[in-house]
């Protein structure tokens, strides 16, 4: 296999350490891209080179393009708070889109071979299940818009000027290395934070909606091999697990992988897509794909690591812009005046 200059964008975050380390073994030269808002130091391979700093300042990619000569390009830095980006539209869209359109135009200028685009299957919204990449995209949320706009700057970008690239779609993805402190996303971290903070688990709504979980394990060498395969230049995979689980069921087994009672407390139900999981078929047929990792083992294996790193304590989301039909929990930790009249 080809070994080559790769950059990879949030790459001290969850996925993104999880690749960088995967290509450093594989014998790619790596520079890690990370202004550290959602990651961790403590998570970039020693063997990589890092850069901190934030993919929306163009004149820090256009100077990093010209440096390093990048021949691949993996972009999985986001703010992925699918919820929450209600709420964080201008903050959504100039991290998830107008960042990536400043990775885009560099890889152009650069004549990079292929970037490698990881973005989500809430691009396709509701009531599509399950999703296949045939489907027409209807987001229900700006972070499903921004990612769906990525999608097609990256279609048009191609067309106009023969930048090649893979999407992928990814959902669900949990295991080692995430932030569990983030509690605006990430709901198998989440639960495992506060159990550990002897709190009941928190569930909008009913717990009856369906996810595929995924563990970090299973999608990394896929993502890694994406440029690597001819026959996965410019199309759009769907990748994770295939079998979906409620989330009152996920609660289940985390509380059994942390060795605790189940406790749960449920919240208002908040706007969000009720089932959501996709088929892999395409994902199969060109990189002989298969999740080899079912739920309890992957979540006992991250439950594992989170007892050994601890509980983990977030600070607030900063930048909230819309506070308009907020759900509760939320809107008491955004609005102080809030907390005293809403239960």
Known sequence: MEKAQVLVTGGAGFI???????????????TVLDDLSGGFVENIDRR??????????????????????????????????EGLSHFIKRFNYENN???????????????????????????YGQNQVPMTEEMTPVPEDPYGVAKLAVEQELR??????????????????????QNIGDRYRNVVGIFMNQIMQSRPMTIFGDGEQRRAFTYVGDVVPVIADAPFNPRAQNQIFNVGADVPYTVNELAEKVAAA??????????????????????????????????KVPLEEGVTKMADWARAVGAKHSKRFGQIEVTKNMPKIWLKEFLPECRKIIP
């Not at 100077?63 to 993996?74: D, G, I, Q, T």
């Open 258 to 291: 942390m060795g605790t009672a189940l406790s749960v407390v449920y919240l208002d139900a908040r706007d969000e897509v009720k089932h959501a999981f996709s088929s892999h078929e395409r994902l199969n047929e060109v990189f002989d794909y298969a999740a």
């Open 156 to 177: 048009v970008s191609h067309k106009m000027f023969g930048l090649n690239h893979v999407i992928f779609r990814p959902h669900n993805v949990y295991g080692e290395r």
């Open 16 to 30: 993104g350490s999880h690749l960088a380390s995967h290509l450093l073994d594989r014998g790619h030269a790596v």
């Open 48 to 81: 990589a080179e890092f850069v901190n700093g934030s993919i929306t300042d163009h004149h820090l990619i256009n100077a990093l393009f010209s440096r390093n000569r990048f021949a691949y390009v993996f972009h999985l830095a986001a703010y992925a708070a």
């Open 97 to 123: 889109l107008i960042g990536s359109v400043n990775l885009i135009n560099a890889s152009i200028h650069h004549d990079v071979k292929c970037f490698v685009f990881t973005s989500s299957i809430a691009v």
